[in-house]
Nanobody, 116 residues
Framework: QVQLVESGGGLVQPGGSLRLSCACA??????????MGWYRQAPGKQRELVAT???????NYADSVKGRFTISRDNAKNSVYLQMNSLKPEDTAVYYC????????WGQGTQVTVSS
Protein backbone atom coordinates (compact mmCIF):
# COMPACT_ATOMS: atom_id res chain seq x y z
CA GLN A 1 0.00 0.00 0.00
CA VAL A 2 1.48 3.32 -1.12
CA GLN A 3 0.07 6.74 -0.31
CA LEU A 4 1.36 10.19 -1.20
CA VAL A 5 0.35 12.79 1.36
CA GLU A 6 0.46 16.43 0.33
CA SER A 7 0.34 19.57 2.43
CA GLY A 8 0.98 23.30 2.19
CA GLY A 9 -1.69 24.61 -0.14
CA GLY A 10 -3.89 27.58 0.64
CA LEU A 11 -4.89 31.11 -0.24
CA VAL A 12 -2.18 33.67 -0.91
CA GLN A 13 -2.08 37.16 -2.38
CA PRO A 14 -0.32 37.82 -5.69
CA GLY A 15 3.41 38.11 -5.13
CA GLY A 16 3.27 35.85 -2.12
CA SER A 17 4.88 32.48 -1.44
CA LEU A 18 3.83 28.98 -0.54
CA ARG A 19 5.73 25.75 0.06
CA LEU A 20 4.14 22.44 -0.88
CA SER A 21 5.27 19.17 0.64
CA CYS A 22 4.59 15.58 -0.37
CA ALA A 23 5.64 12.51 1.59
CA CYS A 24 5.39 8.90 0.49
CA ALA A 25 3.98 6.51 3.06
CA UNK A 26 4.25 2.82 2.30
CA UNK A 27 3.50 -0.35 4.20
CA UNK A 28 6.75 -1.95 3.05
CA UNK A 29 10.11 -1.11 1.55
CA UNK A 30 9.81 0.87 -1.66
CA UNK A 31 13.45 1.06 -2.69
CA UNK A 32 14.78 4.04 -4.53
CA UNK A 33 12.26 6.48 -5.97
CA UNK A 34 13.19 7.47 -9.49
CA UNK A 35 11.47 10.64 -10.56
CA MET A 36 9.42 12.94 -8.37
CA GLY A 37 7.38 15.84 -9.60
CA TRP A 38 4.57 18.32 -9.26
CA TYR A 39 1.70 18.80 -11.69
CA ARG A 40 -1.28 21.13 -11.57
CA GLN A 41 -4.77 21.34 -12.96
CA ALA A 42 -6.75 24.56 -13.22
CA PRO A 43 -10.54 24.53 -13.68
CA GLY A 44 -11.46 23.61 -17.23
CA LYS A 45 -7.88 22.79 -18.18
CA GLN A 46 -5.81 19.65 -18.54
CA ARG A 47 -3.30 18.61 -15.93
CA GLU A 48 0.11 20.07 -16.74
CA LEU A 49 3.66 19.52 -15.59
CA VAL A 50 5.04 22.09 -13.16
CA ALA A 51 8.42 20.63 -12.22
CA THR A 52 10.24 17.32 -11.95
CA UNK A 53 13.39 16.16 -10.20
CA UNK A 54 15.32 12.98 -10.93
CA UNK A 55 16.93 10.67 -8.41
CA UNK A 56 20.22 12.38 -9.20
CA UNK A 57 18.82 15.85 -8.59
CA UNK A 58 18.35 17.02 -12.17
CA UNK A 59 15.40 19.38 -12.43
CA ASN A 60 12.98 20.38 -15.15
CA TYR A 61 10.47 23.25 -15.01
CA ALA A 62 7.56 24.48 -17.06
CA ASP A 63 8.47 27.75 -18.74
CA SER A 64 5.66 29.52 -16.86
CA VAL A 65 7.27 28.85 -13.47
CA LYS A 66 11.00 29.08 -14.24
CA GLY A 67 12.75 31.48 -11.91
CA ARG A 68 9.82 31.50 -9.46
CA PHE A 69 9.40 27.89 -8.35
CA THR A 70 12.02 25.51 -6.94
CA ILE A 71 11.60 21.77 -6.63
CA SER A 72 13.66 19.75 -4.16
CA ARG A 73 13.64 16.29 -2.65
CA ASP A 74 14.75 14.50 0.49
CA ASN A 75 15.47 10.88 -0.37
CA ALA A 76 15.85 9.86 3.27
CA LYS A 77 12.29 11.04 3.91
CA ASN A 78 10.87 9.93 0.52
CA SER A 79 9.61 13.47 0.14
CA VAL A 80 9.41 16.15 -2.51
CA TYR A 81 8.88 19.87 -2.05
CA LEU A 82 7.85 22.82 -4.19
CA GLN A 83 8.81 26.32 -3.11
CA MET A 84 6.61 28.78 -4.96
CA ASN A 85 7.55 32.46 -4.96
CA SER A 86 6.16 35.50 -6.76
CA LEU A 87 2.85 33.73 -7.16
CA LYS A 88 0.44 34.94 -9.81
CA PRO A 89 -3.34 34.49 -10.17
CA GLU A 90 -2.68 32.15 -13.10
CA ASP A 91 -0.89 29.78 -10.71
CA THR A 92 -4.26 29.01 -9.13
CA ALA A 93 -4.88 25.28 -9.48
CA VAL A 94 -4.98 21.96 -7.69
CA TYR A 95 -1.40 20.78 -7.33
CA TYR A 96 -0.59 17.06 -7.43
CA CYS A 97 2.64 15.37 -6.48
CA UNK A 98 3.84 12.40 -8.48
CA UNK A 99 6.40 9.68 -7.76
CA UNK A 100 7.59 6.92 -10.04
CA UNK A 101 8.97 3.68 -8.61
CA UNK A 102 7.72 0.58 -10.32
CA UNK A 103 4.36 2.21 -10.84
CA UNK A 104 3.19 5.78 -11.14
CA UNK A 105 1.75 7.24 -7.94
CA TRP A 106 -0.25 10.43 -7.38
CA GLY A 107 -1.16 12.48 -4.36
CA GLN A 108 -4.73 13.53 -3.62
CA GLY A 109 -4.11 17.13 -4.64
CA THR A 110 -3.86 20.37 -2.70
CA GLN A 111 -5.59 23.61 -3.67
CA VAL A 112 -3.50 26.69 -4.31
CA THR A 113 -5.43 29.92 -4.79
CA VAL A 114 -3.69 33.18 -5.65
CA SER A 115 -6.05 36.10 -5.25
CA SER A 116 -6.24 39.53 -3.69
Amino acid sequence: QVQLVESGGGLVQPGGSLRLSCACAASGSIGRIAAMGWYRQAPGKQRELVATISSGGSTNYADSVKGRFTISRDNAKNSVYLQMNSLKPEDTAVYYCNMKFGSNYWGQGTQVTVSS
